[in-house]
């Protein structure tokens, strides 16, 4: 299966901060979608996005996929932005790795 | 639009009992999914089924089985329950399977506890 590598683990923002969490995935992929797992374990769709950018609101996404990586950008984070980001690129299945662990502190 | 159900959110068995986790979709997606989730790590395939009649296994499928008779229902049945079992379980589905370009939905979770 596809082997998939977040960084940074865990990541602790103050409120209105900017970062970038990274994924690395180790086979080509036209399918990739972004989650955010909320503290109370919800998974929410964030993108789909096999390749390119694309952005909703303070969050956007870049896949290059011939290059191998995604990156999810938070812009001006907010307290509801803690929780779990997840991203899984898909074959027959989603392949998932052990995820980026945000926390923002007002 | 429900989107993606389970039920129940909460389960507590103790160990050789049975039951069944029941996910429904009113989306008419052909292809759904089962994955576990233990602590600290994402998530992994349990079982899937790209349309009514199949079935297949994914990368944990042991201890569990499932069916598919209609487009909309995907039970997941542990046979007899272990306590390596105690997890929380999610069932997805999306309209197509593979290397097809589209979005899976999640339900909200099982949250199973084996004693």
């Known amino acids: 299966g596809i082997q998939v590598e977040q960084s940074p683990p865990d990541l602790i923002l103050q409120e209105g901060a900017n970062s970038t969490l990274r994924c690395n995935f180790s086979?080509?992929?036209?399918?990739l979608q972004w989650f955010h797992q909320n503290p109370w374990g919800q998974l929410i769709n964030l993108f789909y996005?096999?390749?390119g950018t694309k952005q909703n609101g303070r969050l956007s996404a870049t896949t290059v996929a011939t290059e191998r990586y995604s990156l999810l950008y938070i812009s001006s984070s907010q307290t509801t932005d803690s929780g779990v980001y997840f991203c899984a690129p898909r074959d027959y299945k989603l392949s998932f790795g052990a995820g980026t662990t945000v926390t923002v502190r007002a | 639009n429900a989107g993606v159900t389970q039920t129940p959110k909460f389960q507590v068995l103790k160990t050789g009992q049975s039951m069944t986790l029941q996910c429904a979709q009113d989306?008419?997606?052909?292809?759904m999914s089962w994955y576990r989730q233990d602590p600290g790590m994402g998530l992994r395939l349990i079982h899937y089924s790209v349309g009514a009649g199949i079935t297949d296994q994914g990368e944990v499928p042991n201890g569990y089985n499932v069916s598919r008779s209609t487009t909309e229902d995907f039970p997941l049945r542990l046979l007899s329950a272990a306590p390596s079992q105690t997890s929380v379980y999610f069932c997805?589905?999306?309209?197509?399977?593979?290397?097809?370009?589209?979005?899976?939905?999640f339900g909200p979770g099982t949250r199973l506890t084996v004693l």
């Open positions: 989306m008419n997606h052909e292809y």
């Open positions: 996005i096999p390749s």
């Open positions: 997805a589905s999306s309209w197509t399977s593979g290397t097809s370009t589209d979005t899976q939905y």
């Open positions: 086979d080509s992929v036209n399918n």
